[in-house]
């Protein structure tokens, strides 16, 4: 059980656009800085968005994140087959749980 | 372009230890950043295990805390993962990862993962 929570699961057609929620507290979002990572199947995790929503240098513009209080969001718009992944989100924890924690993760599925 | 590779046996008995290194070319171990495990159980979401400095300051997550050491070797410029009295529930594909902290931290760079599984 994480202490960050995302939806497992997502679906959208292509071109439309999805949001992805994480949802966590003052001790975790509330507090800290957000990234998100996508993995592709068989693959390793990816960095998308670092420091709520910033992009690393060759991720596209259509992958955004966001961060509101203690839930933060990433935002993929003109969905491609291509991103068809698992995501995870990740922040510091300072509770009893303390360290770097990863959301469940949330299965992305372009119909 | 920096390049992270884990190296180690996929197979380990239950109650042995889990030992991997991961080797880091393209950057070295010596600079300003934490190089870190993340393991991932088949099917599962990803859980952070821990993670070292070059100063050979650790952090570790509290739940592994008890059966983990992580150690750097600057000359080799690699760092290793032992996790001991391992059960079948520590089988995961382990990567290793180097963190970034520019305000906020975050993973840049990961290695392509290893399976180890824990059976007899």
């Known amino acids: 059980q994480s202490v960050l929570t995302q939806p497992p699961s997502v679906s959208a057609a292509p071109g439309q656009k999805v949001t992805i929620s994480c949802s966590g507290s003052?001790?975790?979002?509330?507090?800290?800085?957000v990234s998100w990572y996508q993995q592709l199947p068989g693959t390793a995790p990816k960095l998308l968005i670092y420091n709520n929503n910033k992009r690393p240098s060759g991720i596209p513009d259509r992958f955004s994140g966001s961060k509101s209080g203690t839930s933060a969001t990433l935002g993929i718009t003109g969905l491609q087959t291509g991103d068809e992944a698992d995501y995870y989100c990740?922040?510091?924890?300072?509770?009893?749980?303390?360290?770097?924690?990863f959301g469940g993760g949330t299965k992305l599925t372009v119909l | 372009q920096v390049q992270l590779q884990e190296s180690g046996p996929g197979l380990v008995k239950p109650s042995g230890t889990l030992s991997l290194t991961c080797a880091v070319s393209?950057?070295?171990?010596?600079?300003?950043?934490?190089w870190t495990w993340v393991r991932q159980p088949p099917g599962k979401g990803l859980e952070w295990i821990g993670d070292?400095?070059?100063?050979?300051?650790?952090n570790f997550n509290p739940s592994l805390k008890s059966r983990v050491i992580i150690s750097i070797d600057k000359p080799k410029n690699q760092f290793s993962l032992n996790l001991n009295s391992v059960t079948a529930a520590d089988t995961a594909v382990y990567y290793c990862?180097?963190?970034?902290?520019?305000?906020?931290?975050?993973?840049?760079?990961w290695g392509q993962g290893t399976l180890v599984t824990v059976s007899s």
């Open positions: 990862a180097r963190v970034v902290d520019l305000s906020g931290w975050f993973f840049d760079y």
């Open positions: 070292i400095y070059h100063s050979g300051t650790t």
């Open positions: 003052s001790s975790n979002i509330g507090n800290n800085y």
């Open positions: 990740a922040t510091w924890d300072s509770s009893l749980s303390a360290g770097r924690v």
């Open positions: 393209g950057g070295s171990v010596s600079s300003s950043h934490w």
